[in-house]
């Protein structure tokens, strides 16, 4: 492939709702360009980009892939992305990458809640933007109805070049509103024609907002607009790629992926109107490692070398393949650069690039391109590489924070190490996957984005590293505590010939205040009726007794020890023997002073449109729930509420539900709390049934 300059690159993330026809319209741009002779489809596992067998069984992306197009001598970098809300992360790492964004929009469906995320995740990065209405071939579709949903959604940037013609409720062309000109398909091209009659009360106002647009965007232009001036097609086009860049104007078009109608003009529109690297990030913001201090990163082949890892593929076949990005300079193959994350040196052999599992080889990655390497000893997602000699640390990916919780156990005892090294080769290709082990409840713990991104964690180590797994409810962690204080004696006497084990100690037990320490201990021994030598003997008996409660088991917390008394035998007594006393003591105080049961209390953020907030409040009262207070958050509402850990569980696929996947929240934990006492019944019950 040749190499190209920044000036003629296009880093484009394809964004939208799941099933809205990312995928579909991306393997028609290449069917376009040239790259397939037919066209491949998602039914018959045959797309570029859908190319995991997880992706061909399921019938929908799962992974971000990259598509190079080479068109009108330039090179579109194509990153087509999930739509599914539960791999987000993968949306994530191509919108940190790219220039600009075409969001997908179904004729039929319209504007759906995935457009809406799609619009966030490019507004977070600040990205220009396009739709592109698709289905235009469905008599259902119409794009009337969807301007009206994006105007009505994301306001007066919204500008459509282009007015469909049809012929008997089909779609035949359209009417270039920029030129004013017509377009009718004819089988894989596309001709000028004569715009129908009829049209013009149609065209008038699509017209209209467009020379608004292109108005707005300059003062001598608004100018001119007022006195009735006619603007010539450059000063319209330069106002309109200058617009799309400010994110003033967002271009509408539209066709069909299926029939391959209107993508030859999108991607001339690509080339038009989205912007180079080099005119969207000619400068991004880096830190220097050893200073700490902000740098400007110039996106220029002639600087030195700087590189984000923002993807990585595993394959127990081929090894590892880390897709990067170069913000500036040029990397090379047989090239040495640092890892400034992890402060090691990475030796490059072999530079390719993707078009999805293909990989061709190339000599270097200019400035603004994007390529990938394979087999890297030691980088990750989200590290950079750059120049020895000039040291830069570029921002990572900010993935969404995983929260759907499952225990995992094997299908096949013996399987534990196999399940773990599994897991491990995942997380490095999808940091949304975190591990955490609960030694507590003898459970490994697997937190994911949603019960889908669960769902094929578990297929693909079953696909790729042959074990199989099942996901359980998480064991929740209990505590227990007491409620008043009592004082209780611990006595271990026995004879057994020679040498007999003497302890005796009294001690007082209350409530500590503290349910973060286990227990508090002191001794108020007077007149040496424990010798001091034994005070940590009797420290260890509460020591280890802490760990097992009298309720159901559960550790203890927030209790104090006082050691008031006792008695000893010059002969008998030893460590052993006190430390046996304590834990006699402890037994029979835990039960004496009103034993309870704690549980898990979480605090939890809720950010959804005003619309659901009842909805949300009454479902967080339903789960136990204490609503603290709201607050706005951009143009939604934060609800902080406190609920018991316990009521959490499936909350991030309750939360999609009530609120169509508007709805976000984070949860952290707070404290332990007294359970209600049907609560206590009900643990101390399954705790029984375990044993």
């Keep these: 492939m040749k190499i190209y300059s920044s000036e003629q690159i296009r880093n484009v993330a394809l964004l939208g709702h799941g099933g809205s026809g990312k995928t579909t319209l991306s393997e028609a741009m290449a069917n376009v360009a040239g790259i397939t002779k037919r066209q491949g489809k998602i039914e018959e596992g045959n797309t570029i980009s859908d190319f995991d067998k997880e992706e061909i069984k399921r019938g929908f992306s799962i992974n971000t892939s990259c598509i190079p197009i080479e068109w009108q001598d330039c090179k579109i970098n194509l990153l087509d992305t999930p739509g599914y809300f539960d791999f987000m992360g993968e949306a994530k790492e191509a919108t940190r990458v790219a220039d600009s964004a075409i969001i997908i929009v179904s004729g039929k469906s319209g504007v759906e809640v995935g457009t809406e995320k799609a619009w966030e995740y490019a507004e977070e990065m600040e990205i220009p933007k396009m739709v592109f209405v698709t289905d235009m071939d469905d008599d259902q579709a119409s794009l009337k109805n969807v301007l009206d949903q994006l105007r009505d959604i994301f306001g007066k940037s919204i500008a459509p070049f282009q007015v469909p013609i049809k012929e008997g409720e089909h779609f035949v062309g359209f009417v270039n509103v920029v030129k004013m000109q017509g377009r009718k398909f004819i089988k894989d091209h596309v001709e000028q024609c004569d715009i129908p009659e009829g049209m013009a009360s149609e065209l008038e106002p699509v017209r209209e907002m467009i020379l608004e647009a292109v108005a707005e965007s300059d003062e001598e232009l608004m100018e001119k607009y007022f006195e009735g001036e006619q603007f010539t097609l450059e000063e319209i086009q330069t106002a309109l790629h200058n617009g799309v860049i400010e994110g003033t104007i967002v271009p509408v078009l539209c066709g069909s992926g299926i029939l391959n109608t209107g993508v030859q003009v999108l991607l001339n529109s690509i080339v038009k109107y989205m912007p180079a690297p080099k005119e969207e990030n000619t400068v991004v913001k880096g830190l220097d490692p050893n200073t700490g201090e902000e740098i400007e990163v110039t996106c220029d082949k002639d600087e030195s070398m700087s590189a984000l890892i923002f993807k990585t593929i595993v394959d127990p076949y081929i090894g590892r393949l880390s897709l990067f990005r170069v913000y500036s300079g040029i990397l090379k193959a047989d090239s040495s650069y640092l890892n400034v994350n992890k402060e090691d040196s990475e030796r490059i052999s072999h530079i390719y690039v993707l078009r999805g599992k293909e990989q061709i080889e190339v000599k270097e990655i200019r400035a603004g391109d994007i390529g990938a390497v394979a087999k890297l000893s030691n980088t990750s997602t989200g590290d950079t590489l750059c120049d020895k000699k000039r040291p830069v640390k570029l921002n990572g990916i900010d993935f969404p924070e995983s929260l759907a919780c499952r225990a995992v156990f094997p299908k096949t005892k013996g399987d534990e190490e196999k399940i773990s090294s599994?897991?491990?080769?995942?997380?490095?290709?999808?940091?949304?996957?975190?591990?955490?082990?609960?030694?507590?409840?003898?459970?490994?713990?697997?937190?994911?984005?949603?019960?889908?991104?669960?769902?094929?964690?578990?297929?693909?180590?079953?696909?790729?590293?042959?074990?199989?797994?099942?996901?359980?409810?998480?064991?929740?962690?209990?505590?227990?505590?007491?409620?008043?204080?009592?004082?209780?004696?611990?006595?271990?006497?026995?004879?057994?010939?020679?040498?007999?084990?003497?302890?005796?100690?009294?001690?007082?037990?209350?409530?500590?205040?503290?349910?973060?320490?286990?227990?508090?201990?002191?001794?108020?021994?007077?007149?040496?009726?424990?010798?001091?030598?034994?005070?940590?003997?009797?420290?260890?008996?509460?020591?280890?007794?802490?760990?097992?409660?009298?309720?159901?088991?559960?550790?203890?917390?927030?209790?104090?020890?006082?050691?008031?008394?006792?008695?000893?035998?010059?002969?008998?007594?030893?460590?052993?023997?006190?430390?046996?006393?304590?834990?006699?003591?402890?037994?029979?105080?835990?039960?004496?002073?009103?034993?309870?049961?704690?549980?898990?209390?979480?605090?939890?953020?809720?950010?959804?449109?005003?619309?659901?907030?009842?909805?949300?409040?009454?479902?967080?009262?339903?789960?136990?729930?204490?609503?603290?207070?709201?607050?706005?958050?951009?143009?939604?509402?934060?609800?902080?509420?406190?609920?018991?850990?316990?009521?959490?569980?499936?909350?991030?696929?309750?939360?999609?539900?009530?609120?169509?996947?508007?709805?976000?929240?984070?949860?952290?934990?707070?404290?332990?709390?007294?359970?209600?006492?049907?609560?206590?019944?009900?643990?101390?019950?399954?705790?029984?049934?375990?044993?």
Aim: charged share 30%.
């Design 422 to 691: 599994g897991l491990h080769k995942l997380m490095e290709e999808d940091p949304t996957i975190k591990v955490v082990l609960d030694s507590e409840n003898h459970q490994e713990l697997l937190y994911g984005i949603g019960g889908q991104h669960l769902d094929v964690i578990t297929s693909k180590l079953e696909a790729k590293f042959k074990v199989g797994v099942d996901l359980k409810k998480p064991k929740v962690p209990y505590r227990e505590t007491i409620k008043k204080k009592v004082k209780v004696q611990g006595k271990h006497k026995k004879q057994s010939g020679g040498h007999g084990q003497y302890g005796d100690v009294h001690i007082e037990f209350e409530p500590s205040g503290d349910r973060e320490t286990p227990y508090i201990f002191e001794e108020k021994i007077f007149g040496g009726s424990v010798p001091k030598n034994y005070f940590p003997a009797v420290e260890k008996g509460l020591q280890e007794s802490v760990h097992h409660g009298v309720i159901a088991g559960y550790p203890v917390v927030g209790v104090k020890a006082t050691l008031v008394d006792g008695s000893y035998h010059p002969v008998d007594s030893s460590e052993m023997a006190f430390k046996i006393a304590t834990t006699q003591a402890f037994k029979k105080g835990m039960v004496e002073a009103t034993p309870v049961l704690l549980e898990p209390i979480v605090s939890v953020k809720v950010i959804v449109p005003d619309a659901y907030m009842g909805d949300i409040i009454g479902d967080l009262n339903k789960r136990r729930g204490r609503v603290l207070g709201m607050n706005p958050a951009k143009g939604k509402q934060e609800i902080i509420a406190e609920v018991p850990q316990s009521e959490m569980y499936g909350y991030s696929t309750d939360l999609r539900s009530m609120t169509q996947s508007r709805g976000l929240f984070t949860q952290k934990f707070e404290r332990y709390d007294e359970a209600p006492m049907d609560v206590q019944e009900k643990v101390i019950e399954a705790k029984k049934n375990e044993e």
